[in-house]
Nanobody
Framework: QVQLTESGGGSVQAGGSLTLSCYYT?????MAWFRQTTGNEREGVAG????????????????RFADSVQGRFTISTDTAKDTLYLQINDLRPEDTAMYYC???????????????????WGRGTHVTVSS
């Protein structure tokens, strides 16, 4: 049974850091983090190829987030532990959202966080940043 289980969310003050984790049980060619705020569509944050480590930041569909994400967000994987990570530094109130990890067994190469590319999803972990 395919499972993606996120953890590491919580409440932090602006300027703080968090590392989100996602344990997965699926053979995957691309993995990604997405986030969603209340009333808004889910947007891509970053994607990574577990095989090559090549990463991509920002939502390639909307063109947003790339500047505000890159430099503060770091996506990584530990394939020995079947775990995906998202380290977030210098957290801002606008980073408050539900964060989801996703996996794809269909796409590879440059793993853009395009929602339709990913067929497996976790339930999410919530991050709240207070000013």
């Amino acid at each position: 049974q395919v499972q993606l289980t996120e953890s590491g969310g919580g409440s932090v003050q602006a300027g703080g850091s968090l590392t989100l984790s996602c344990y997965y049980t699926v053979k995957t060619t691309c993995m990604a983090w997405f986030r969603q705020t209340t009333g808004n569509e889910r947007e891509g944050v970053a994607g990574i190829s577990p095989g090559t480590g090549l990463s991509f930041y920002g939502d390639s569909r909307t063109g947003r987030f790339a500047d505000s994400v890159q430099g503060r967000f770091t996506i990584s994987t530990d394939t020995a532990k079947d775990t995906l990570y998202l380290q977030i530094n210098d957290l801002r109130p606008e980073d408050t959202a539900m964060y989801y990890c996703a996996a794809s067994s269909k796409y590879g190469g440059v793993c853009r966080p395009v929602e339709s590319w990913y067929q497996f999803w976790g339930r999410g972990t919530h991050v709240t940043v207070s000013s």
